[in-house]
C-alpha cells in the first residue's frame, strides 16, 4: 500500500521560531510537493522537486524553504514563522512522468503560529 | 491568468439523491483534469482523471466525471448519495506547458443529510 507520512499531525509554534515539516514517501517517487490548504482558497503549491536535491517554488513560496538530501524525504521550513503561516500543510509524491500520474498525499499538518 | 472554478463552496444533498459538483477551468488547451476527494482528518485521494479518449470518465466509489470542452468544464456526478460521502471535493488541472505541477480549485464540501 503507498504511503505519504508526514512528522506530526498538529503543531503550534511561536512567532519567530523556526520550524521544519518532515514528509517521507515509501513509493521511490521522484518527484514530491509541498502545499498549503485554506478555506476557500483550495490547494496552492508552494515548492516542488523534481529530484534529489533538485526544487523549484511553486505559486507561494515566499516565507518558505525546502530541502531534499534523500530521494524518500522532502523537508519544508518555516525559517521564521509568522501567524499568516497558520495553516494545514499537505505533501504530496508521484511517479515521474506524464502530468496524469496520481499525487499521492499525505495526511497533513495543521500548523498554528501563536 | 489560468484558473480552476469550483462555484459551489457548499452543497447540501438528501442521502439517496443524486448530486454534481461544477468544475471550469480557463486555459487554451486541453488540460488534464482531476477530482479528488478529502474525507475529514484525512490526506487527499483521487477520485478520477481525464487525459484523453471518452469524454466520460468512470472513478472509485460509484463517481464520474464528463469533460466537456465547449464549456471548459468537468463536473462531478454520482447517482445516488450515501452518507459517507459527506466531505471537500477538489478538482484539479495540469497543463504540461505549465510545468510539472497541478492547480487547485477551492473545492466544494458536501454535506449529506439523512
Known amino acids: 500500500d503507498v504511503k505519504v507520512t508526514q512528522s506530526s499531525r498538529y503543531l503550534v509554534k511561536r512567532t519567530g521560531e523556526k520550524v521544519f515539516l518532515e514528509c517521507v514517501q515509501d513509493?521511490?517517487?521522484?518527484?514530491m510537493f509541498w502545499y498549503r490548504q485554506d478555506p476557500g482558497l483550495g490547494l496552492r503549491l508552494i515548492y516542488f522537486s523534481y529530484d534529489v536535491k533538485m526544487k523549484e517554488k511553486g505559486d507561494i513560496p515566499e516565507g518558505y524553504s525546502v530541502s531534499r538530501e534523500k530521494k524518500e524525504r522532502f523537508s519544508l521550513i518555516l525559517e521564521s514563522a509568522s501567524t499568516n503561516q497558520t495553516s494545514m500543510y499537505l505533501c504530496a509524491s508521484r511517479e515521474q512522468g506524464p502530468l496524469y500520474n496520481e499525487q499521492f498525499f499525505g495526511p497533513g499538518t495543521r500548523l498554528t503560529v501563536l | 491568468a489560468q484558473s480552476v472554478t469550483q462555484p459551489d463552496i457548499h452543497i447540501t444533498v438528501s442521502e439517496g439523491a443524486s448530486l454534481e459538483l461544477r468544475c471550469n477551468y480557463s486555459y487554451g488547451a486541453t488540460p488534464y483534469l482531476f477530482w479528488y476527494v478529502q474525507s475529514p482528518g484525512q490526506g487527499l485521494q483521487l477520485l478520477l482523471k481525464y487525459f484523453s479518449g471518452d469524454t466520460l470518465v468512470q472513478g472509485i466509489k460509484g463517481f464520474e466525471a464528463e469533460f466537456k470542452r465547449s464549456q471548459s468544464s468537468f463536473n462531478l456526478r454520482k447517482p445516488s448519495v450515501h452518507w459517507s460521502d459527506a466531505a471537500e471535493y477538489f478538482c484539479?488541472?495540469?497543463?504540461?506547458?505549465?510545468?510539472?505541477?497541478?492547480?487547485f480549485g477551492a473545492g466544494t464540501i458536501l454535506r449529506v443529510k439523512s
Open positions: 513509493m521511490d517517487h521522484e518527484n
Open positions: 484539479a488541472v495540469g497543463l504540461q506547458e505549465y510545468g510539472n505541477k497541478l492547480v
